[in-house]
C-alpha cells in the first residue's frame, strides 16, 4: 500500500470516532515513529510503497485507536517540553497545561537567581508520574538539587527510565503522600500536580483518558476534592525554606476554594493563574 492510500484507509477507519485534525496528528506521529518520514513527505512521496510487515503493524494500530487507546500508549512514548518522556499505563500523559506550570516555576527560580546566584536550590515534585515536571526542571535549570515523590512503584520505574533517557540527575522516592508525617528535608520550592477530578467529573472526561489512563493519578472523592492539597500544604507548612515557594496545579473549578484554604493554613502572597485555555489553573503561595 503507497503512503497515500494508507491516509485514505487510515481517514475512513476513524472518522467517526475523531475530529478530523486529532486523525491528522494520529497520522503524522505514526508515520514519524514508524516509517520515519515527515509530514511534508505525504506530499512529496504519495507513492512511497510501506512495507508489508509495518503495514500490518499500522492496521493493528489503527484497530487499538479504534478502541480509543491513546496514541502516547500506543507509541510508549510522548513530548513535554520539547522533550522525549516514555509512557504507560501507569502514568499519566503530561499535558500542555503542566508545561505552563513548569514555566511559571522557571521563571520564579531565574528571579530568585537574580537576588542569589551561588546558592544551590532545592526542589521537590510531589506525584511525579512520568517524571515530567522535575525533570523539565533540570533541563533548565542550574545549580540546582531535584527530588521527587510517587506512591506508585511502577509510574517511579518510568520516571526513572525517563531521567535517564534526558540525561538529568534527580532523586526519586516512593512515598504515600496521604500518609507521609514529614517529607525527606527542606526545599525551596514544592511543586505538585497531585490528582484532582471529582468522580463528579467523569462526564466531562473522553473515553481515551476515562477507560486507559490511572485513576490512581487522576481522581478523588467529590466530598473531600481538596484531600491531597491539605496534606501537601500541611507538610509544605514545615519543610518549605525561608521565603519559600509552593506551586500546585489545581482543578479549575477549584481555584476559589483551594486559595480560600491555603489561607485558612496560613500561606500568603498567593496567586491564582488562568492557564491558555482560560481556566483557574494554577496558585504560587509561600508561607
Keep these: 500500500?503507497?503512503?497515500?492510500?494508507?491516509?485514505?484507509?487510515?481517514?475512513?477507519?476513524?472518522?467517526?470516532?475523531?475530529?478530523?485534525?486529532?486523525?491528522?496528528?494520529?497520522?503524522?506521529?505514526?508515520?514519524?515513529?514508524?516509517?520515519?518520514?515527515?509530514?511534508?513527505?505525504?506530499?512529496?512521496?504519495?507513492?512511497f510503497l510501506i512495507d508489508e510487515s509495518i503495514l500490518s503493524e499500522l492496521k493493528s494500530i489503527v484497530k487499538r485507536l479504534q478502541k480509543e487507546e491513546p496514541i502516547q500508549y500506543i507509541l510508549g512514548e510522548t513530548e513535554f517540553f520539547s522533550l522525549p518522556f516514555l509512557v504507560d499505563e501507569h502514568t499519566l500523559i503530561p499535558r500542555p497545561e503542566t508545561e505552563e506550570l513548569v514555566e511559571w516555576v522557571i521563571n520564579e527560580v531565574q528571579e530568585l537567581r537574580n537576588k542569589n546566584q551561588d546558592k544551590k536550590l532545592t526542589i521537590l515534585d510531589i506525584g511525579t508520574g512520568t517524571g515530567c515536571i522535575p525533570i523539565s526542571l533540570a533541563k533548565n535549570l542550574n545549580n540546582v538539587s531535584i527530588s521527587a515523590i510517587d506512591v506508585s512503584s511502577e509510574a517511579l520505574?518510568?520516571?526513572?527510565?525517563n531521567a535517564l533517557l534526558n540525561k538529568v540527575d534527580i532523586t526519586?522516592?516512593?512515598?504515600?503522600?496521604?500518609?507521609?508525617?514529614?517529607?525527606?528535608?527542606?526545599?525551596?520550592?514544592?511543586?505538585?500536580?497531585?490528582?484532582?477530578?471529582?468522580?463528579?467529573?467523569?462526564v466531562e472526561i473522553n473515553n481515551n483518558i476515562l477507560q486507559n489512563e490511572p485513576h490512581l493519578a487522576l481522581f478523588v472523592d467529590d466530598e473531600?476534592?481538596?484531600?491531597?492539597?491539605?496534606?501537601?500544604?500541611?507538610?509544605a507548612k514545615n519543610h518549605l525554606t525561608e521565603n519559600g515557594l509552593l506551586f500546585f496545579e489545581i482543578n479549575q473549578y477549584?481555584?476559589?476554594?483551594?486559595?480560600?484554604?491555603?489561607?485558612?493554613?496560613?500561606?500568603?502572597?498567593?496567586e491564582l493563574k488562568k492557564d491558555f485555555s482560560g481556566n483557574d489553573r494554577m496558585i504560587k503561595a509561600t508561607y
Design 1 to 47: 500500500m503507497t503512503l497515500q492510500n494508507f491516509r485514505i484507509f487510515f481517514n475512513s477507519e476513524l472518522s467517526t470516532i475523531y475530529p478530523k485534525t486529532e486523525i491528522d496528528s494520529f497520522f503524522f506521529l505514526l508515520i514519524e515513529a514508524k516509517l520515519n518520514l515527515q509530514r511534508i513527505d505525504t506530499v512529496l512521496k504519495p507513492d
Design 157 to 161: 520505574k518510568k520516571a526513572k527510565q
Design 172 to 202: 526519586f522516592f516512593e512515598i504515600d503522600i496521604l500518609k507521609a508525617k514529614e517529607l525527606p528535608k527542606n526545599y525551596d520550592f514544592i511543586i505538585s500536580n497531585p490528582p484532582y477530578v471529582r468522580e463528579l467529573e467523569k
Design 224 to 235: 473531600n476534592p481538596l484531600i491531597f492539597y491539605k496534606k501537601i500544604a500541611d507538610l
Design 254 to 270: 477549584l481555584g476559589k476554594e483551594t486559595v480560600e484554604m491555603l489561607q485558612e493554613k496560613g500561606f500568603k502572597n498567593i
